[in-house]
């Protein structure tokens, strides 16, 4: 697969996390945060 692939991903990812931290949702948010992490 395409680098930029997983890079969007991760992107989205981190979008996802941003957005649960705002809801104090704080689990997700940790959760969204550990599957960019694994993609970068």
């Known amino acids: 697969?395409?680098?930029s692939y997983w890079s969007e991903r991760?992107?989205?990812d981190l979008?996802?996390?941003e957005a649960m931290l705002k809801?104090?949702?704080y689990p997700y948010a940790?959760?969204?945060g550990h599957r960019?992490?694994?993609?970068?």
């Open 30 to 32: 940790l959760f969204m």
């Open 15 to 17: 979008g996802v996390a």
């Open 1 to 3: 697969m395409r680098v």
């Open 10 to 12: 991760a992107e989205c």
């Open 36 to 40: 960019a992490i694994e993609k970068y």
């Open 23 to 25: 809801a104090e949702k």
